[in-house]
């Protein structure tokens, strides 16, 4: 019998478990009290994540009510994940990479312009993956709020600005949240090949819903 890696560790049935593919959208419904695992399958690659409450998705993550409850920009087992009524929508309950980024955003037609050069524009981007995805529920461009990059390596300098450079992920490593409501979660599976973010290739990943 092969013993599965990834699902090391996890508790309760697998109820949903699925690979995302390569710059690919991804859209899923978590009850309050499951576990969603983020693999990183083959190392160093962003997983950009937005949530919206199942019972009105114009409460929805946060960056700003996530950072000031918990006082820091980085997010670590314990973080818990708050939307813009100020309520708990998920709780890191684990992770196997040290932290993971608040502030660096999602990737646009119109960012990679301004950053990588006019030749970049017809070149997919995080936040049509989550326009793609919120369209089959009915949302649109303005509901995309800030988001978090799950092993993303976003440092800020002394000086306050911020790098983003090689990630500190790699293959196989894992973020365990826990549902506090019922849940709408949207993923870009970054499309970025322009920054190390990706290491300049971006690769599957691998969604595991416990309850």
């Not at 995302?20 to 695992?37: D, E, F, I, K, M």
């Not at 009510?65 to 709780?91: H, K, W």
């Not at 911020?162 to 826990?178: E, F, H, N, W």
Request: contains cysteine.
């Amino acid at each position: 019998m092969t013993i599965d890696p990834h699902t090391a560790g996890l508790s309760g049935t697998i109820v949903h478990d699925e690979i995302v593919a390569a710059r690919a959208p991804w859209l899923h419904h978590v009850a309050a009290g499951q576990t969603l695992r983020v693999v990183d399958v083959e190392g160093n690659q962003a997983v950009d994540f937005l949530l919206y409450a199942a019972a009105d998705d114009a409460e929805r993550y946060s960056a700003q009510d996530t950072v000031a409850a918990q006082q820091n920009l980085f997010l670590r087992t314990g973080s818990v994940l708050r939307s813009n009524e100020g309520r708990p929508m998920m709780t890191i309950v684990g992770t196997s990479v040290e932290y993971h980024d608040t502030i660096g955003g999602a990737c646009s037609c119109e960012s990679n312009t301004l950053r990588y050069g006019h030749h970049t524009k017809a070149q997919h981007a995080c936040v049509e993956n989550f326009l793609e995805a919120n369209l089959t529920e009915g949302r649109g461009k303005r509901d995309i709020v800030s988001n978090i990059n799950f092993f993303m390596n976003v440092p800020v300098e002394p000086d306050g600005s911020l790098g983003i450079v090689d990630g500190i992920s790699a293959p196989g490593l894992t973020v365990d949240l826990r549902a506090e409501m019922d849940l709408i979660v949207v993923v870009s599976n970054c499309p970025q090949i322009n920054n190390p973010c990706n290491a300049f290739n971006p690769t599957p990943v691998r969604m595991i819903v416990t309850a």
